[in-house]
Structure formats: C-alpha cells, structure tokens
C-alpha cells in the first residue's frame, strides 16, 4: 500500500495443515499493535492458555471464532460471529471491510481507535526502551475519510473471474481484494477503481501490469492533480497507450509508465502537469514527482508540522538540523521561521529528494536553507555538515528508526530533539538510546492519527538535555 506497514505476527506453513476449523467462543480481552482483537484458549481447549490473535474483534467482547493458523507461540483466528459486542463497536463505512486489509480498524469508533494507538506508542516506549515520558501529548487527528493521497494497487488478472482486478491486498496478502471503491483515499482516486479496473481489463498487457502507484497533491493550474503510474513488465501496444490516454484524458489524471526501475518513469505523452501541495501557514510549495515520498495525509501533515515546530521551539537566528528530510517537508517551514538570521539544514539519503529539496527551497525564495545526500546508516565521520553546530535537531526516520546517526551525532551541543516515527518499536528503542545511554529527558510523547482506520502508528516525541 505505500504506506508503513506494521509488523504482524505470521504462523508457520507448517503448521496450517493441523488447524482445527470447528467454530469456539472466546473472549477478547486486548488488542493487538495490528488491530487484532487478543484472546486465550478456554481450559477445555487442547492449547489452553496460548493467545489466539482475532481479526475483527474488539477487547470486552466475546466472539465465535474459526481459527486459520497455528505456530508454536501463538494462533491466528477470524470472527465468524459477536455474540457480546463491545460499546466502541460501529458498523463499517466500506463494503469491503473484513476481506481488504487496507483498514482493519473501520468497526471500531474513531475516537477509541487513536486510544487504541496511544496505549500501543506508551507500551512500547515502557516494553521496548525502558523509558516513560514525563507528559503524553493530545492526540492531533484530521479527517477519517478521503484522506489518503498516496499509494499502491495492486493488480491482478483473475481468468476464473474473468476480471482484472485493482486494488489492495486481502487479510490473506496472497490475493488482491476485488473491490470497487474506497472510502480513505482522496474521492478523486477513491471512486475510480472499478474504471481503473475496467481501464486495465480492456488492456492486451492486462496480465503484464502487477501495480499501479497513485498519488495526489493539490491541483495544478490546469485543473489535474493526481498522476498514476503503471508499472508494467512488456512494452505497451499502441492500442494500449491510446486507451491509456483516452482514460487519462476523460478522468483528469496524469499518466506515467514505468517499464523498469524506478529511473524509467516518464510521462504517457508529452509533459506532465507539475505535482506540488502547499502549506499555506508557512507560505511554501513543494513540487514533487509522482513515486516521491510525501505524507499520505494533508491535513494531518499540516497539522504535525505546526506541532513538531512548536515541540522544537525555534527561534529566530537559529541554526537548526533536519535529518531524513525528504522534499523539505519540515525544512522550508523552519527555515520561514529562524528567518535570514538562522541557518537550518536538511540531510538526505535519496540523492534524487535532495535535488527536488534544493529546487524547492529555490522555487519558495529560501536561501537560508542548504541540503546534503548522505546515508544516514553509515558512518558520517566526513560528512561537512556534521562538524558544523546547531542548537536543534529535527528527524524523521523510515521505519528503521534513526540509531545509527544518534549514537554519531554530537548531541551535547543540542538544547532539544524532536523525532517524528512512524514506527513505535523503533522510536522506543531509539528513546531509550537517548534516556538511558546519552542522559537525555523524554519531555513529551504523543500520536497523530496519520492513516485513520488502520493499525499504523504514527507519533512525535520531544527530548531535552537532562
């Protein structure tokens, strides 16, 4: 899906075949960190006492189970019927929900759903790094539907079917979910699946196209906004690429194609309109390019940037370190706010990002703002930028987490840290570097519900010297 995706607990193949299929009540009595509702075996059962993992189903409630899987630690089950239902329970806005493991958190309500997410982020900061912080911050949520602006589709001709299918994996990732709409992408993209299926099945490369990205930014001046790209593994067919354009052309999108790796992208025909979103509380655009990293979430995005740029509280005139800064999402807004007199640095492994970064930074009128490519897995001794001080510190990680660069990094010189993750366990494990090893205080910790309806946890935490 593009997005984060969070660790799942799987069960050995060789386990599936001694499965017991016969239906069991259990009790739900937490949840999982991927919205699996928690359960033990009963005394009677064979396994009495091994947790049973319970897709939907909710804590407090009880539930008729088929169970799918068994390990040696633990089994996988589905509910098949609730018999007890829990207060949080809703009724699920989308058809599809229970088979697209798109959402998995629809038939909970939306505000014990980012809770839910909370209790996971304080878990694991206590289970994982040993450290608690001194204040947990208000949850910053936005809105729960059509708010997704970037992802993948997976595709998939089906011949017993006879239908080409569009759309995300199943509970079972071995199969794309048939599916004809959805609720949490941005409506633009959301309700043209079943054309985008149609568009793919009148194809003759209809079983040669394993993908299709998407992604959103705000309409451009010519009115489109949205560009799809379609991976696709044989060269297209004229009458492909004139179906292509035809769809293009009737549902406002740009078309882009990508025969092989990520360097062979291009436009369908001619060019492209330019992709870009603002962030009109800091008066900055960022243009991008269709497979760039951007932050699903619009307004949410907005809304954590504010946040993290108050937990950091810069200052006019000072010199400031963004590390995994992508397009600039965090930089340009930092650098509108320390002005001309400071100085705030972004650093990136993707040296293609970085380019865009610094023709964003141009494009915005910015020249107190400089960018570098580096990995930051690696060993930074050379890197220039190091040497030079900075009084805050901004990171932004992939899942991985960001402990390599911290136990590098002069941290003795920094007045505060803020780390945004989109993983828990790896922000627990980097917090309890920075408590535990480095003498730092966690002051604050919190969750932003960037993917409402999913199990993903995104959060922010801020540090200072203890």
Known sequence: MGICDNDRPTASIDH??????????????????????????????????????????????????QQTTRSRHFDEAKTLEVLVASPDRVTPR??????????VLQH????????????????????????QPQDVLPPLSGDAWGYRR???????RVEKKDKTLVGFRELDPRFVADIRE?????????????????????????????????IAGDASPDGSGVALVFRHLQPLGDADRAKLLAFAQAHDFNIFLQPGGLDTMHPLAGEASQLAFRLPQWDVELQFRPLDFIQVNAKLNEAMIARALELLDVQPGERVLDLFCGLGNFTLPLARVVGDA???VGVEGDAGLVQRARANAEHNGLHNVSFHAADLSKDLAGQPWLKTGFDKLLLDPARSGALEVLKQFPLKG???????????????????????????????????DMFPHTAHVESIAVFEQA
């Open 16 to 65: 599936v075949a001694y499965v017991d299929h016969t239906p069991k009540t259990l009790d739900i009595v937490n949840l999982t960190h991927d919205g699996r509702g928690v359960a033990r075996w009963p005394e009677s059962h064979v396994h009495a006492g091994k947790a049973v993992f319970v897709s939907g189903a909710l804590p407090g409630e009880q539930v008729s189970v």
């Open 94 to 103: 989308c058809p599809h929900f229970g088979v697209c493991s798109g959402c």
């Open 108 to 131: 909970m309500a939306e505000g014990e759903q980012i809770k839910a997410k909370q209790r996971v982020l304080l878990d694991n900061l206590q289970r994982i790094g040993h450290v």
């Open 150 to 156: 970037k992802g993948r589709f997976s595709v998939r």
């Open 182 to 214: 959805c609720h949490t992408l941005v409506p633009s993209i959301g309700f043209k699946i079943d054309a985008l299926s149609a568009l793919v099945d009148g194809m003759d490369a209809r079983r040669d196209i394993p993908q299709i990205e998407f």
């Open 342 to 344: 400071g100085t705030v």
């Open 414 to 448: 920094l007045k505060r840290i803020v780390y945004v993750s989109c993983h828990p366990a790896s922000l627990a494990r980097d917090a309890g570097y920075l408590v535990n090893e480095a003498g730092w205080t966690l002051r604050a910790a919190g969750v932003m």
